[in-house]
């Protein structure tokens, strides 16, 4: 018995010890966390902040290492679980571990990115056609909107925390068009996503045409795709030269200005 008892001594030790070494390196890293949390809000970048919803979901140890500066292994770890959940067609947890890993990370692009796509599509396509578990076709299309509304929450507050995120930008309008069935949020956001550093060409192209689906832009829609075709001829797609010719007739632009004169 002595000796057990001192075996469990021993291992209660190495645990508070264990658990101070973590603590103290936490306490270290603060002064230099605080730092950067200024200089990330003054940069413009919305942070996020660890509090007790964090600890409920990653646990007491899970939140130490958190504070200790090893967000990233624990946001690793969680990510795995999601995709696990997601296997599993747990959605309802996967919606809790996407959202624990992007509060651990919100600089992680991906993390946000495909937390919106798992939601808006993955989520709600699954709650739709699920009549097993709700035969009231009404109430997955209810559910079916959550998710989407949900998967458009992780966009929005993905490009909160990375504002020049063409990709986060480009989730949004995916989800506006695709999902919303919202044209001008779609044009706004792929907008956007053309004025990001690593805007891709197509971007710009989007946005206008989605513009010309939009009620009450068709003027301005008109005149952007105009700029686009008179630019060159790689512009003139078939799909630009037909919203062209649909706008001349909504706008009832004078055939001497129109593409084709005279037409």
Same mark, same amino acid.
């Given at each position: 018995?002595?000796?057990?008892?001192?075996?469990?001594?021993?291992?209660?030790?190495?645990?508070?010890?264990?658990?101070?070494?973590?603590?103290?390196?936490?306490?270290?890293?603060?002064?230099?966390?605080?730092?950067?949390?200024?200089?990330?809000?003054?940069?413009?970048?919305?942070?996020?902040?660890?509090?007790?919803?964090?600890?409920?979901?990653?646990?007491?140890?899970?939140?130490?290492?958190?504070?200790?500066?090893?967000?990233?292994?624990?946001?690793?770890?969680?990510?795995?679980?999601?995709?696990?959940?997601?296997?599993?067609?747990?959605?309802?947890?996967?919606?809790?571990?996407?959202?624990?890993?992007?509060?651990?990370?919100?600089?992680?692009?991906?993390?946000?990115?495909?937390?919106?796509?798992?939601?808006?599509?993955?989520?709600?396509?699954?709650?739709?056609?699920?009549?097993?578990?709700?035969?009231?076709?009404?109430?997955?299309?209810?559910?079916?909107?959550?998710?989407?509304?949900?998967?458009?929450?992780?966009?929005?507050?993905?490009? %909160?925390?990375?504002?020049?995120?063409?990709?986060? @930008? *480009? &989730?949004? #309008?995916?989800?506006?068009?695709?999902?919303? =069935? !919202?044209?001008?949020?779609?044009?706004?956001?792929?907008?956007?996503?053309?004025?990001?550093?690593?805007?891709?060409?197509?971007?710009?192209?989007?946005? %206008?045409?989605?513009?010309?689906?939009?009620?009450? @832009? *068709? &003027?301005? #829609?008109?005149?952007?795709?105009?700029?686009? =075709? !008179?630019?060159?001829?790689?512009?003139?797609?078939?799909?630009?030269?037909?919203?062209?010719?649909?706008?001349?007739?909504?706008?009832?632009?004078?055939?001497?200005?129109?593409?084709?004169?005279?037409?």
């Amino acid at each position: 018995m002595p000796g057990r008892a001192r075996f469990f001594r021993s291992q209660i030790a190495a645990r508070v010890g264990a658990a101070l070494l973590v603590l103290a390196f936490g306490a270290l890293r603060l002064p230099f966390e605080g730092r950067l949390a200024a200089a990330q809000h003054a940069a413009g970048f919305g942070t996020v902040r660890l509090g007790v919803g964090l600890r409920e979901q990653v646990g007491q140890l899970g939140f130490l290492a958190a504070l200790s500066g090893f967000r990233a292994l624990v946001a690793d770890f969680v990510w795995i679980e999601a995709y696990s959940a997601w296997e599993r067609v747990e959605y309802g947890r996967v919606n809790l571990l996407c959202g624990t890993a992007t509060t651990l990370e919100p600089r992680n692009i991906e993390f946000w990115d495909q937390s919106a796509w798992h939601m808006a599509w993955n989520a709600a396509v699954h709650a739709r056609d699920d009549a097993r578990a709700q035969p009231r076709e009404a109430l997955r299309r209810k559910a079916e909107r959550e998710y989407i509304l949900l998967g458009e929450s992780f966009a929005e507050r993905g490009i %909160a925390n990375n504002p020049k995120s063409r990709v986060l @930008h *480009e &989730r949004l #309008a995916r989800i506006d068009i695709e999902r919303l =069935h !919202d044209p001008c949020a779609a044009s706004a956001e792929y907008s956007r996503a053309a004025a990001c550093p690593d805007a891709m060409g197509y971007e710009k192209r989007f946005a %206008a045409f989605l513009l010309a689906e939009c009620p009450g @832009h *068709e &003027r301005e #829609a008109y005149w952007l795709l105009r700029y686009y =075709h !008179d630019l060159s001829e790689q512009e003139r797609v078939p799909t630009l030269e037909r919203l062209l010719r649909e706008l001349e007739k909504k706008i009832d632009l004078p055939p001497e200005q129109r593409v084709d004169k005279g037409r």
